[in-house]
């Protein structure tokens, strides 16, 4: 069974740093794709970021101050945050798409204060 596990949320001063792990396990297939989702309240969940088929693909709103990164060997996804704002505060759901599926993770609060 795939288990999807994020790490790395908490709270943070405006201008602060994070960085969120996201560990994949029960799969002995390297996922096609895996990245971050992120919701707030009142809001629709949106993508933040996404790595997979040799491309990373960003929301403009955060170009410039998040990375996204993975390591095949280790199933993992993380997200280095820099420069957060207020408005980044959110829940952050990793995902994976294996195959033609897709799973998540319970996802991991970001609060940033101003």
């Known amino acids: 069974q795939v288990q999807v596990v994020e790490s790395g949320g908490g709270l943070v001063q405006a201008g602060g740093s994070l960085r969120l792990s996201c560990v994949v396990s029960?799969?002995?297939?390297?996922?096609?794709?895996m990245g971050w989702h992120r919701q707030s309240p009142g809001k629709q969940r949106e993508l933040v970021a996404r790595?997979?088929?040799?491309?990373?693909n960003y929301a403009d709103s955060v170009k410039d101050r998040f990375t996204i990164s993975r390591d095949n060997t280790k199933n993992t996804v993380n997200l280095r945050m820099n420069n957060l704002k207020p408005d980044d505060t959110a829940v952050y759901y990793c995902?994976?798409?294996?195959?033609?599926?897709?799973?998540w993770g319970q996802g991991t609060l970001v609060t940033v204060s101003s």
């Open positions: 790595i997979g088929s040799g491309r990373t």
């Open positions: 995902y994976v798409r294996i195959g033609i599926r897709e799973y």
């Open positions: 029960g799969t002995g297939v390297s996922p096609n794709a």
